[in-house]
């Protein structure tokens, strides 16, 4: 998919397909930020097919967030919980 349909299908309801206009505000989707929903029926009516690609995505950011590399080495740090270890001499 071209970026400028993933912003076109970013810009409307992903249930009713209405578009986001200045009177009609679009929420993301709490979990996933993957959809957008005009109001709080259209995201219960369209949730049994977002199911599935949410819980995926879900995953996904928390594996991000679990496995990040620290930005810089860290020595003398646990590389579990990145504390400090303290070695006596």
């Known amino acids: 998919m071209s970026s400028d349909l993933v912003a076109a299908a970013m810009m409307c309801c992903a249930s009713c397909g209405v578009a986001e206009v200045d009177d009609v505000k679009l929420k993301k989707c ?28 879900v995953t996904e950011l928390r594996e991000e967030v679990l496995f990040r590399q620290p930005e810089s080495t860290h020595l003398g740090d646990c590389p579990i919980c990145y504390l400090p270890i303290s070695v006596e001499f």
């Open 30 to 57: 709490d979990a996933c930020d993957l959809v957008r929903y005009c109001g709080y029926n259209c995201q219960q009516d369209h949730w049994p097919q977002h199911e599935a690609s949410c819980k995926e995505r």
